[in-house]
């Protein structure tokens, strides 16, 4: 009986460091549960998938710190909603199937369309239209129309909204005897660009009111004009709550001062409305 004791004793502190252990893993667990929960109370973070490549949209600055026109909106939508953000890097083709998942809560960078419209939730935060980068020096100059593309090969971020025009047009070229548009996707606008530099594309698109990246310029015609802003679950009781603090700093003048700062006030939306694509 007293070397059964003894055997306890001995053991007893194991147990101890075990139980620690396991109380540690289940506290973090908890709290990696709690930053992907949605909420309207405030007190649970908000996962926010974003892509750091749209300059001056959303970036990440030389100092390594999130900038840009559209993350200044959602640190203001944040604050007045009392939801903190936290963002979650990843390409822009997982944004929708992530929030669809439930491993986002919030989708960035989402233009409105029906179709899209039909699996999620849209709420506007600037509107635009799409052109093409090709390169300043050395370069193939686009005409201003749709079937000057023919026979060209232009590079897009895989999942974005160009994709069924650039193929609409690919089979237009077609029907009129022209060589078609290629079309290849990339994960993310810089590998596009490095694409268009080492001369695998002829263009890339862009929205035609970015500032042209480096040794790039705006050529071509402008298409495909859409309103640009975050995608949440269908029937998140959050994405009518985003629609009135979108329209409340509109109507303030917080959102006009934001756009300022960036020099994109052709951007601007007059007000926001929840799934605006018709």
């Known amino acids: 009986m007293r070397q059964q ?3 306890f004793t001995s053991i007893h502190p194991l147990s101890r460091i075990f139980c620690s252990v396991l109380m540690a893993l289940l506290m973090a667990a908890c709290e990696r549960e709690a930053a992907t929960s949605i909420a309207g109370d405030g007190e649970h973070r908000i996962v926010v ?5 749209a300059r001056p949209a959303l970036f990440r600055d030389a100092a390594g710190h999130v900038s840009g026109f559209m993350y200044d909106i959602e640190v203001e939508l944040s604050r007045r909603l009392q939801m903190p953000f936290v963002y979650q890097p990843t390409t822009f083709e997982n944004v929708i199937t992530g929030i669809q998942s439930g491993k986002f809560d ?7 369309t029906p179709m899209r419209q039909e699996v999620v939730d849209i709420v506007p935060l600037y509107q635009g239209s799409y052109s093409f980068l090709v390169l300043a020096e050395g370069g193939r100059r686009i005409g201003d129309r749709m079937e000057d593309l023919c026979g060209l090969t232009v590079g897009s971020v895989a999942g974005g909204s160009d994709g069924p025009t650039l193929t609409a047009q ?3 070229c077609q029907d009129a005897g022209q060589p078609p548009v290629q079309l290849l996707r990339y994960d993310s606008q810089p590998n596009a660009l490095l694409a268009l530099r080492s001369h695998k594309v002829d263009a890339i698109t862009t929205f035609s009111w970015y500032p042209a990246l480096p040794e790039t ?8 004009r859409v309103q640009t ?6 029937g998140s009781s959050m994405a009518p709550r985003l629609v009135t603090a979108m329209n409340e700093i509109i109507a ?4 006009a001062k934001i756009l300022a700062r960036y020099n994109v006030a052709g951007v601007a939306l007059q007000s926001a409305s929840l799934n605006p694509a018709r």
Do not use: C, E
């Open 5 to 7: 004791a003894d055997d």
């Open 49 to 53: 998938a974003v892509v750091y490549s």
């Open 106 to 112: 919030i989708g960035n960078g989402v233009d409105a």
């Open 170 to 172: 690919a089979k237009h």
């Open 252 to 255: 303030d003048g917080t959102y």
């Open 217 to 224: 310029q705006l050529s071509g015609p402008t298409f495909s």
């Open 229 to 234: 802003g975050v995608a949440l679950r269908k």
